[in-house]
Structure formats: C-alpha cells, structure tokens
Nanobody, 131 residues
Framework: QVQLVESGGGSVQTGGSLRLSCAAS??????????MGWFRQAPGKEREGVAA????????YYPDSVRGRFTISQDNAKNTVYLQMNSLKPEDTAMYYC??????????????????????WGQGTQVTVSS
C-alpha cells in the first residue's frame, strides 16, 4: 500500500522560500519506472503539475511557470521527495500535493505533469504567499 505524507507548507511573504517534503512508504524510489510529482490547486482552479521526478534515474521535469524557481529532489535513504520553492509569488498560493505512480520512462513531460497520470496522492499541504 502506497502512502504519501506531505509537510512543510506555511505562510511566507513574496520573494520568500519554502521546502515541502513528501515521505513515501510502499513506493521504492530506486525503480526507474517510478515517478513522483508535486501538484498544486488553488480555489476554483484545476490541479496543475509543478514538478516531477523519475526517482530511479533522478531526472526532473518542470513547467515553464516555475522553472528556475522550484527544484524537486529526493533522498533515497529517507524515501522522501522534496520541493524547494524560491522567489515565491502570491500566485503560487495553493494547496500542494505530492503524487506517485509507475509510469513509462518514455512518457512525455505533459504526461508526467498531468494529475491524471498518478493514482497515489498525499493529503496536501497549504502554501500561502502574501504580497
């Protein structure tokens, strides 16, 4: 049974930083078919992918909206994936979720950043950025 537990959300001012953590159980990070992603959903908006990682190959994927500001990483010893968020903006305010699933390493970036690609989800952690 895959379980994902997020932590690290909070409130920051514009330009600040936060690091989110997603502790995974029942999901082996060293498998090259295993992917984890970070998604966010603001009220009234669709859930969007902000980062994904092939945890077996440590290859990362980002949309243009966060590239250069957000970094996804992993710690295999702790079976945890992180999302470092820098230069935060008010429009980054949302509930942030981590997700995991077994996917093809040949998947497109759009597939890896689509919430429909993942079946395992954490409970979410709130990020609020004030101006």
């Amino acid at each position: 049974q895959v379980q994902l537990v997020e932590s690290g959300g909070g409130s920051v001012q514009t330009g600040g930083s936060l690091r989110l953590s997603c502790a995974a159980s029942g999901f082996v990070l060293s498998d090259i078919y295993h992917f984890m992603g970070w998604f966010r959903q603001a009220p009234g908006k669709e859930r969007e992918g902000v980062a994904a990682i092939n945890t077996g190959r440590n290859t990362t994927y980002y949309p243009d909206s966060v590239r250069g500001r957000f970094t996804i990483s992993q710690d295999n010893a702790k079976n945890t994936v992180y999302l470092q968020m820098n230069s935060l903006k008010p429009e980054d305010t949302a509930m942030y979720y981590c997700a995991a699933d077994r996917l093809s390493p040949a998947s497109t970036v759009n597939t890896l950043l689509s919430s429909r690609s993942y079946n395992y989800w954490g409970q979410g952690t709130q990020v609020t950025v004030s101006s």
